[in-house]
């Protein structure tokens, strides 16, 4: 069992950043995919950003250029900054891990952006 820890959401004002924080309870090394996902009252989960165990990283066209997928492995770590951020960014956070056994969730961390 792999069990995931986000933090790092809270409420900002438009054109701020915060970085949110996804700690896994075992290494990270082997892990295939590490993801961050986000869901709004309404709308369909979205994925955010994307690493690979290899280390490519890809981030959804709506957050290109403003939010960064990063990891540390010593740390059992995944990170996503996100810069300049807008009101339709609101959103719960999610953190999901791909393994070679399954799919993990953690229970997300809120991000709120008030103009």
């Known amino acids: 069992q792999v069990q995931l820890l986000e933090s790092g959401g809270g409420l900002v004002h438009s054109g701020w950043s915060l970085r949110l924080s996804c700690e896994a309870s075992v290494s990270i090394f082997t892990f295939t995919a590490m993801r961050w996902y986000r869901q709004s009252p309404g709308k369909q989960r979205e994925l955010v950003a994307h690493?690979?165990?290899?280390?490519?990283?890809v981030v959804a066209e709506s957050v290109e250029g403003r939010f960064t997928i990063s990891r540390d492995t010593p740390k059992n770590t995944v990170y996503l900054q996100m810069d300049s951020l807008k009101r339709e960014d609101t959103a719960n956070y999610s953190c999901?891990?791909?393994?070679?056994?399954?799919?993990?969730w953690g229970r997300g961390t809120q991000v709120t952006v008030s103009s």
């Open positions: 690493i690979t165990g290899s280390g490519i990283t």
């Open positions: 999901n891990v791909l393994t070679n056994r399954s799919n993990y």
